[in-house]
């Protein structure tokens, strides 16, 4: 078991990539704290989760709001101990150039997708000093690398989770404290379930040059190897899982 009695804390854990790095951590040995927005989403990954015999807690709460970030952190240290692991994986990736999107879609996204991550670390990186460190990882994307048509607030925020984790990475690598970020290409979940189809695959045939769909558990099992100690020199660096995309412009 690759995470045997670490305590991991995952954001956004109610479905998705979240959801099956819940799982992945829990299979490899870590207690897990599933946060959603939606505590019910949460309660039903943590349920399956001991179903099968492993541990996990549930806990509601908004990653953009501080009180809520804090209480996240605190929850998890009081009732699994302090988070060895804690993912930024929660987002919302609303559609739109910047003068088709409101003000207030503009601020939801960068306050969900990017602050939360400046949240979750505040609270947490003192805890991990203490305890001699700890793994942060960060979900971004390949939007955050090259930005994407009508994906402008999308595109800003996780460009600036991108070098949020190197500044973390750089500012407490001597506290043991790593930080990477993951970035995925298309990857078949709920986030995308308003994109037809027909537009995913002409979008796949001229972006992607492998063949096939990105699953949430490939992407897990990136997170299971960056958290473990097998990645133990590993920190400030952007893994890119997109099926060759952004190897060059077209496929
Ligand atoms: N699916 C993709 O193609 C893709 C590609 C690149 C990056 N990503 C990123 O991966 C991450 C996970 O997305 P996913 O694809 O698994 O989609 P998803 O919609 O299944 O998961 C996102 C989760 O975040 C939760 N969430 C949203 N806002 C929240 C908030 N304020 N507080 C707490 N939880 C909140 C949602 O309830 C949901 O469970 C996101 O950061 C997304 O931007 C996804």
Known sequence: MKLRDKVALVTGGGSGIGEASCNAFAREGAR?????????????????????????????????RSADAQRMID?????????????????????????????????????????????????????????????????????????????????VAKAGVINLTRSIALDYARENIRCNAIC??????PLNIGLPAAERDAFLEQYQPLRGLISADEVAEMAVYLASDAAKMITGQVFVLDGGQQAGLYA
């Open 32 to 64: 897990v704290a599933v946060v959603n927005r939606t505590l019910a989403k949460a309660e039903a990954v943590a349920r399956r989760i001991k179903s099968d015999g492993g541990c996990a807690i549930a806990i509601g709460a908004d990653v953009a």
């Open 184 to 189: 995925p290409g298309y990857v078949d979940t």
């Open 75 to 155: 929850k998890t240290a009081a009732e699994l101990g302090v988070p060895d692991i804690v993912f930024n994986n929660a987002g919302v990736s609303p559609a739109g150039r910047i003068t088709d999107i409101s003000e207030s879609d503009w601020d939801r996204c960068l306050n969900i997708d990017l602050k939360s991550v400046f949240l979750a670390a505040r609270y947490t990186i003192p805890l991990m000093i203490e305890a001699g460190g700890g793994v942060i990882l960060n979900t971004a994307g390949t939007f955050g690398m090259r930005a994407a048509t009508k994906k402008a607030a999308y595109s």
